[in-house]
Nanobody, 119 residues
Framework: VQLQASGGGLVQAGGSLRLSCAAS????????MSWYRQAPGQQRELVAT???????NYADSVKGRFTISRDNAKNTVYLQMNSLKPEDTATYYC??????????????WGRGTQVTVSS
């Protein structure tokens, strides 16, 4: 199983970006999917989570600006980021709890995609 994230880049403050993360491999089911971020010198923090039935949860710092969604047919999670601020600058990682056929349920991480917001 692999998670492939994309969509990062450089954007001015107030702009928008949309991140995508697709799971592939010998997948039976994909349960909770999440986005985390890590800025230089800081701990990785949870940004947003979406369960298999679509319930969502957000960090206080991104509520009202970011939206997490998923396409179950494509095993893909998205993060729409609006009204970006310089403090949103970080490497963004996707995480998914996946039931892999014949192996069981494990947490998987994508490689990370860089988001840089200029002031």
């Amino acid at each position: 199983v692999q998670l492939q994230a994309s969509g990062g880049g450089l954007v001015q403050a107030g702009g928008s970006l949309r991140l995508s993360c697709a799971a592939s491999g010998n997948i039976f089911s994909v349960n909770t999917m999440s986005w985390y971020r890590q800025a230089p010198g800081q701990q990785r923090e949870l940004v947003a989570t979406i369960t298999g039935i679509g319930s969502t949860n957000y960090a206080d710092s991104v509520k009202g600006r970011f939206t997490i969604s998923r396409d179950n047919a494509k095993n893909t999670v998205y993060l729409q980021m609006n009204s970006l601020k310089p403090e949103d600058t970080a490497t963004y990682y996707c995480n998914a709890r996946i039931w892999e056929r014949l192996k069981g349920e494990y947490d998987y991480w994508g490689r990370g995609t860089q988001v840089t917001v200029s002031s």
